[in-house]
Structure formats: C-alpha cells, structure tokens
C-alpha cells in the first residue's frame, strides 16, 4: 500500500504538491507513481528560469522498465530544481516525498484547490 501524507496535494497524474508559505509549490512524484516505474535510473529536470504551461510535461523519470513524464500541476515558471534527484534517481525509490524534483511560482490565476486532498487521491489510486 502506499503512502500518501496527510499535509500534501496530489494530482491524478502522481505528482505531490506541497504548498509553500511563500506561496510557491515544491513538486515530486508520489510513492505510488515510484513503485509502478520500479527501480528508477534517470532523472532529467526542467531549466530552472523556465515558463511552464498549465500540466506541461516538464520532466522525465526512467526506470529500469519505462519512463514517464512528471507534469507541472499549473502554469508557472520554475524557480529552482533538486540536482540531488538528477545525480543520484534512485533515491527517489527510497523516499518519493523526501525527493521533490522542482519548486514552482505558480500563475496568479493557479486553482490550488482543484489539487487532491489525501484521501481523494488514496480513493482514485485504489481504483487503478
């Protein structure tokens, strides 16, 4: 079963979305998207700097058996990215919401609560 922290938002694309004090968005895959890609090898981030479109794909995580794409939850422009997550991925499979991948300003206009709470996110990943 997996985790899915109380205190996060999620998307239904696995992402967690932590809303930062500042008002910016700390972005990474969630336990259940790291355990469906298995042992993850490759980790590319989006330039920091970058103008992203709402649910862009921004990212990419491989594993050893696919990759896929990690997808920003509004428009915004990326502020700053997790090298860590780059040159070492696999530590995203010992601790997804350890391993936040960018962090987001997000657009004026950005609906933080159309993201899921815990317990709808735990509801639609049990249907899958």
Known sequence: MSKVPSELKYTDTHEWVRLEDDGTLTV???DHAQEALGDIVFVELPETGR??????????IESVKAASDV????????????QAMADA???INADA????LFKLRPAANADTAALLDAA?????????
Do not use: H, M, R
Request: proline fraction near 5%; charge should be negative; charged fraction near 20%.
């Open 28 to 30: 990474g895959i969630t």
């Open 51 to 60: 103008k992203l479109a709402d649910k862009e794909g921004c990212a990419t």
């Open 71 to 82: 997808y920003t939850p509004f428009a915004g422009e990326v502020i700053a990215v997790n």
């Open 89 to 91: 991925p696999e530590s």
């Open 97 to 100: 919401y350890a391993a936040w």
């Open 120 to 128: 709808a996110y735990q509801s639609a990943i049990a249907e899958e």
